[in-house]
């Protein structure tokens, strides 16, 4: 299996250490744009699709696999092992902040840091625990994906990705989401919003940054609060910023909370 | 200024009552204008949305979860978004699906999110229709691939019980096979004890019959295990159905006798030649034979007869029988099919004789059938069999043609079975020799020095006086030196031949006998 091809991976930057990004559920690594350049002087970038995501290899996508986050994990660590040296700085939005909180978990000697933006062990709320959804809201994003993803099977997706070099605005999507499998999106999105990793957050022992925004409805900052409660290294900056992407939506005061962060952690 | 152009409504009227939802929104979501028709749409009035609800707010929790993780990012990233399905809830809690396109624009210092929004109720109705007969169709593929699935296990399994059945059958046969031997040579012991006590007699003869049929059935269980397992091997020679059909009479002889049946042979009128085993082609007509004789109540009439149809030969035993039922004609050559009226009679078996004929016709490449008008109207089972390739046979059909020369030998056939003796007589009768016959070797001298037979068939087994001393005697006779003395012996027994070589003997061949061979020292003489 060639990596590179199956997590559509593209390096770039230049330093010493390497940061790696992971996008979160329902986007790719192009999420990242507005932050890269800010890290590219001084670190070599990895940049990478999540398998079942973006323009990574679909047929790639095992049910099995993927069927916990695991799976994830696992192969962010393959990356991690061909295309870098040494301990990284790892960035992950959503539910890759889990995925890279798992990994640093099963190989903490890869990690330097761990910047989780928008994370969430625990989407649907229990007993105490408020994870801001209910099972049958989970259902309701399932609906929606379906018809969103009406008309896009999969038996048509490797015409659309025929010509990825060549971005021809005829060609291109607009919703470029629409892009993945229709049943790989809605397993994924159960996988993300069932997943209940909250046992997993003490036993990381990298040091972590927990980027919440004040108003995200994806993972709201008692979440951010229950976490930073848990987690023996970590750090809690909650960014004024309505939405779950603050790296989007607010880039500069997310560059400046990372900094701040490796300042202290990465010297 | 024209009368369209007087009479077009202003740009707010226009916004405000376009045949769309328009809403702006600030960066953060808050609802900056609502046109009418939005309102109408989710039952609101503008005061009631404008600078109070966030966009989200009018979606459905799902929805919500869809733009943040979705498309927000999306819009951010390339400034638009088209053909976003969402559903709105209106103040009264329905769900409306609608369709938006996104803009994200620069007014001034702020970005300005701009929608428009339709309904598209009867669309979704479609589109919910196509995904259930996407679903159907799946769950269909998926149902389908299980049922095949589960048809190649079941099968795998059937085949599987059915090796066992096959490996226990031969297992079974090899079993009862070995105490027969020694029950049989007890029976022989008991023969050879002279006893004059009818009682005793009559016993070793029932012994005897019943374990002639256990042993017939013992050896058709094996050899159907050996054909169902591939272990049979055919020895397959160019020959003459007719020597088949004499030996297979000959054979069934003491059954047919025994229920008083007429067995009616005929022997087709020019040679057919196979590519056969002899042994196993007999055993096809014996196995036949006995059948119609088993079936047949006491005093029937049997059938035997060939011919030939374009390129098979059809073989034919035909009786008077207790026919077959309509329903049970295409079971009758399964193993242990026997028919329920079948089993009422003493003969009944377990009907392996059948299924073993067919496994040998289809070893043949050839096809077999059964048929019957009826129960109580006799019943006709029919093989055929591919004949030789004529232009191979063309050479020997020459030779035949020369065979016609000798006709009208005299000759002496000698054999104490008398089936034995009926058959070879018949047929060289119908080669137009003048024969006699003989069941003992006394007979055999008389017959000889009165006959004075061109050629004698000497059967070496016989009774009293065997066939070397009997050739002795007759090289012994002045009468006796040109005549040609023929020994026949059991299949492949070597030594035998020299021994009938020193007693006189010209030639020798063993039984079954090759008509070939036997035309050919015909023809010598």
């Given at each position: 299996m060639n990596l590179q091809q199956r997590n559509n991976v593209h390096l770039g930057g230049h330093g010493d250490s390497s940061i790696v990004f992971a996008h979160g559920f329902g986007c790719d690594q192009n999420m990242w744009r507005e932050l890269l350049p800010a890290f590219a002087g001084r670190y070599k970038t990895v940049l990478f699709d999540l398998?079942?995501?973006?323009?990574?290899?679909?047929?790639?996508?095992?049910?099995?696999?993927?069927?916990?986050?695991?799976?994830?994990?696992?192969?962010?660590?393959?990356?991690?092992?061909?295309?870098?040296?040494?301990?990284?700085?790892?960035?992950?939005?959503?539910?890759?902040?889990?995925?890279?909180?798992?990994?640093?978990?099963?190989?903490?000697?890869?990690?330097?840091?761990?910047?989780?933006?928008?994370?969430?062990?625990?989407?649907?709320?229990?007993?105490?625990?408020?994870?801001?959804?209910?099972?049958?809201?989970?259902?309701?994003?399932?609906?929606?994906?379906?018809?969103?993803?009406?008309?896009?099977?999969?038996?048509m997706a490797p015409a659309i990705m025929g010509a990825p070099e060549q971005p021809d605005l005829g060609v291109e999507l607009t919703n470029s989401f629409c892009r993945t499998d229709p049943d790989i999106a809605k397993h994924f999105a159960r996988v993300t919003f069932l997943s209940d990793h909250r046992e997993d957050l003490p036993k990381s022992t990298t040091p972590t940054l927990i980027l919440q925004c004040s108003d995200d409805l994806i993972a709201p900052v008692s979440v951010g609060t229950y976490m930073h409660a848990v987690m023996p290294l970590s750090t809690l900056t909650v960014i004024e910023n309505v939405g779950h992407c603050p790296h989007l939506s607010a880039p500069h005061v997310s560059i400046a909370a990372m900094e701040a962060f490796l300042q202290t952690w990465d010297r | 200024m024209s009368g369209i152009d007087r009479d077009l409504p202003t740009a707010d009227a226009l916004f405000e009552h376009a045949a769309c939802g328009l809403l702006v929104t600030a960066n953060d979501g808050l609802v900056i204008r609502a046109n009418a028709t939005f309102c109408t749409w989710v039952g609101c009035s503008a005061e009631d949305i404008v600078g109070k609800r966030m966009f989200p707010s009018f979606l459905t929790m799902g929805g919500r979860v869809f733009q943040q993780t979705h498309w927000q990012p999306l819009l951010h990233m390339q400034g638009s978004v088209a053909e976003v399905k969402v559903d709105l809830v209106h103040s009264d809690g329905r769900t409306l699906p609608m369709m938006i396109n996104v803009v994200r624009r620069q007014h001034g210092s702020v970005f300005m999110t701009e929608m428009a929004l339709v309904i598209v109720t009867d669309r979704q109705k479609y589109e919910r229709e196509l995904l259930a007969a996407r679903r159907k169709a799946e769950q269909a593929l998926i149902e389908r691939a299980y049922a095949e699935e589960k048809l190649h296990e079941t099968n795998a399994q059937l085949s599987k019980t059915d090796q066992r059945k096959d490996e226990f059958l031969a297992t079974l046969a090899h079993e009862l096979r070995n105490p027969l031997a020694p029950i049989g040579n007890v029976v022989e012991i008991l023969r050879a004890k002279d006893s004059n006590d009818s009682e005793l007699q009559w016993a070793r003869d029932v012994l005897e019959c019943q374990l002639t049929q256990i042993t017939h059935l013992v050896d058709d269980l094996l050899e159907i295990s050996r054909i169902t397992q591939g272990k049979l091997e055919l020895r397959k020679e160019h020959l003459d159905l007719s020597a088949a059909?004499?030996?297979?009479?000959?054979?069934?002889?003491?059954?047919?006798?025994?229920?008083?049946?007429?067995?009616?042979?005929?022997?087709?009128?020019?040679?057919?030649?196979?590519?056969?085993?002899?042994?196993?082609?007999?055993?096809?007509?014996?196995?036949?034979?006995?059948?119609?004789?088993?079936?047949?109540?006491?005093?029937?009439?049997?059938?035997?007869?060939?011919?030939?149809?374009?390129?098979e030969a059809v073989l034919t035993v035909r009786d008077s029988g207790i026919g077959i039922?309509?329903?049970?004609?295409?079971?009758?050559?399964?193993?242990?099919?026997?028919?329920?009226?079948?089993?009422?009679?003493?003969?009944?078996?377990?009907?392996?004789?059948?299924?073993?004929?067919?496994?040998?016709?289809?070893?043949?490449?050839?096809?077999?059938?059964?048929?019957?008008?009826?129960?109580?109207?006799?019943?006709?089972?029919?093989?055929?069999?591919?004949?030789?390739?004529?232009?191979?046979?063309?050479?020997?059909?020459?030779?035949?043609?020369?065979?016609?020369?000798?006709?009208?030998?005299?000759?002496?056939?000698?054999?104490?079975?008398?089936?034995?003796?009926?058959?070879?007589?018949?047929?060289?009768?119908?080669?137009?020799?003048?024969?006699?016959?003989?069941?003992?070797?006394?007979?055999?001298?008389?017959?000889?020095?009165?006959?004075?037979?061109?050629?004698?068939?000497?059967?070496?087994?016989?009774?009293?006086?065997?066939?070397?001393?009997?050739?002795?005697?007759?090289?012994?006779?002045?009468?006796?030196?040109?005549?040609?003395?023929?020994?026949?012996?059991?299949?492949?027994?070597?030594?035998?031949?020299l021994k009938a070589t020193e007693a006189g003997f010209d030639h020798h061949l063993t039984k079954p006998i090759d008509f070939d061979s036997l035309r050919a020292i015909l023809r010598a003489v």
């Open positions: 398998v079942g995501s973006g323009l990574s290899d679909l047929s790639a996508y095992d049910q099995a696999k993927y069927d916990t986050l695991h799976g994830y994990a696992d192969d962010l660590l393959e990356i991690i092992d061909e295309f870098t040296t040494g301990p990284v700085i790892f960035v992950g939005h959503s539910v890759s902040a889990m995925i890279g909180l798992l990994a640093t978990v099963k190989a903490p000697e890869r990690f330097k840091v761990n910047l989780m933006v928008g994370p969430s062990p625990c989407y649907i709320n229990d007993a105490n625990y408020v994870g801001g959804f209910t099972r049958p809201d989970i259902d309701g994003l399932l609906d929606m994906l379906e018809t969103n993803y009406l008309g896009w099977s999969s038996t | 059909m004499l030996a297979a009479m000959e054979s069934a002889g003491p059954l047919v006798r025994r229920q008083a049946h007429e067995l009616i042979v005929n022997l087709p009128a020019a040679p057919i030649r196979l590519d056969a085993d002899p042994t196993r082609l007999t055993q096809m007509l014996l196995n036949l034979l006995n059948n119609a004789a088993k079936y047949t109540p006491v005093g029937g009439k049997i059938w035997l007869s060939a011919e030939r149809q374009g390129s039922a309509a329903e049970h004609l295409d079971s009758v050559f399964d193993m242990f099919s026997q028919l329920a009226p079948a089993l009422e009679r003493s003969q009944g078996g377990l009907g392996v004789g059948l299924a073993l004929v067919r496994g040998l016709v289809t070893l043949h490449a050839g096809t077999i059938s059964a048929r019957s008008e009826g129960f109580g109207k006799g019943s006709t089972f029919e093989i055929r069999l591919p004949l030789l390739d004529v232009q191979a046979e063309a050479a020997k059909v020459a030779v035949k043609t020369s065979a016609v020369k000798t006709a009208g030998l005299r000759i002496l056939v000698v054999d104490d079975n008398e089936d034995a003796i009926a058959t070879l007589a018949m047929l060289l009768r119908m080669q137009g020799h003048t024969v006699e016959v003989a069941i003992d070797g006394a007979a055999a001298l008389q017959q000889a020095e009165a006959f004075i037979p061109q050629l004698v068939l000497l059967d070496i087994g016989l009774p009293v006086m065997n066939g070397y001393e009997v050739a002795r005697h007759i090289r012994r006779e002045a009468w006796g030196q040109n005549m040609v003395l023929v020994a026949l012996t059991g299949w492949g027994q070597a030594d035998d031949k």
